[in-house]
């Protein structure tokens, strides 16, 4: 009786177990942008890496061009794209897919790594990031952009934001750091360069100091940041970052004849900016810089940067994105936008052989689902901090997730894997299975900008029954319930979040047809303006007890 009483303990709680477990079959995105442009023949939209794909660095090798970006505290980061013709952009990898690279705990969403620079040199990809919390600056390469990438080379300075200029058989790296003198005001940072030797890993040689502060000394410049080098008819070019990236932002540029200086600034500075533009223009794109410049085999000049397109008053959810321009070469200096000149959301497609439209499109209006065929996620889904050991399990056509740290704590990893919303009008929904085993439990959708941030919409248990819920964190480190209704647990469920600039709607349908939750949810706290940092919402599955 005793055997017979335990096996029957132990199939229920397995069969307890198993119904807790959050299944997911489907997640359904579709995306439009705010702003309605009609392409002619011949042209390409801004941007052309819509959403959270901020701080883009190109490189060409080739006829192929890659582009990276930053990531913060996502995992796996610094997504790598392909393209052949600058505008169709293809994700190939992310260079910090495993563990052992890098390690996120107790990070929050904005930290980690930023302003990842891509190059290349005798057959290896580099790409000099920064992760302060981590350890500083470092290096990772790989023979293949798609990976695997190596584990970092830590380098021994401070500051962020390297990048490697190349020259014959050496190198140099350029970043900001800590000026010579004692900073004279918040924001006071310089540029400084150092040779690299890539053979052996290490710096070699003296520092030099090439650019104090920024453009004009004398106006107290903010956070010179960003630094790329070049060289062109005889001169070397520094293109840096200025102002901050918020609507102050703006791009730079500097020359010398020799590496190491002195650089002069272009009377004509910024080469790039959206801040001297009417604050209440309809459709604006602000906060552009951080560019970073490529020559096309044709040997045209073209430019990479960020910029944001807010839905209303400086607000955007969707994170920086990377937009493209062209560069003109003018009296020996680099023009990529005339001073209060809009950035265009159409313009003249680059001289080059058309590349093929990516099965996952990047820009302008498009859709896509993910029926989780397979045994891993696409590339493309990411979490919050590095998890120490696998959350989550794809087979047979299923996400499962088992259930993680909660979101705030920032010594775990959040049961929560998510795609970046990447249009402020939005619909993402997802179709799963879920028993909650306890009241409290519950698993769904979660739109998450940081751990204080975020909202999620689920199914959970309240007094032993199954209910569809609604909960808002805004900037706090609870949660507030917002709406319940109750389900059918024993019938799927499918979420649907509705999107339109700073407000949601959330439907469900539970074996009949679809409801409507609660909508018109003012949802501008998960905008970066409330939210703070450099990121984007991120929306996806996710399970917590």
Known sequence: MIARIAVLCGALMAGSAAAQVAKFTQFRY?????????LTRGHYR?????????????????????????????????????????????????????????????RRASQGVFAPDISYHAGTFYIANTCVECGGNFIVTARDPAGPWSRPIWLPFEGIDPSIYWEGGRAWIVNNRAPAEPPRYDGHRAIWVQEYDWRAGRMVGESTQLIDGGVDPATKPVWIEGPHLLKKDGWYYLTAAEGGTEDQHSQVVFRARSLRGPFVPFAGNPILTQRDLPAGRAQPVSSAGHAKLVQTQAGDWWATFLATRPYEDGRYSIGRETFLLPVTWRDGWP???????????????????????????????????DAFAGDTLAMQWIGLRTPKQPFHHVANGALTLQPGARFGDLNGVPSFVGRRQQHHVATVAVTMRYVPGRDGARAGLAAVQNDRSLLLFGVTQQRGKPVVALWTRTGADEDTLVATAPIDQARVVTLTIRANGGTMAFDYANGG??????????????????????????IGPFDER
């Open 46 to 106: 801004n941007p052309v890496v819509a959403g959270y794909y901020p701080d883009p660095s190109v490189t060409r090798v080739g006829d192929d061009y890659y582009l990276v970006n930053s990531s913060f505290a996502h995992f796996p980061g610094i997504p790598v794209f392909r393209s052949k013709d600058l505008v169709n952009w293809a994700q190939i990898g992310n260079a910090i897919d495993r563990p052992d690279q890098l390690d996120f705990t107790g």
């Open 513 to 538: 047809a679809k409801r409507t939750l609660r909508a018109g949810v003012d949802v501008r706290f998960l905008s970066t303006k409330a939210a703070g940092g450099f990121v984007g919402t991120v």
């Open 335 to 369: 023009h990529i936008l005339p001073r209060g000149a809009r950035i265009p959301f159409a313009a003249a497609r680059p001289r080059l052989p058309r590349g093929a439209t990516p099965t996952l499109p990047t820009s302008g209006d498009f859709g896509y689902l």
């Open 30 to 38: 579709d995306g439009r942008t705010q702003e309605r442009v009609t």
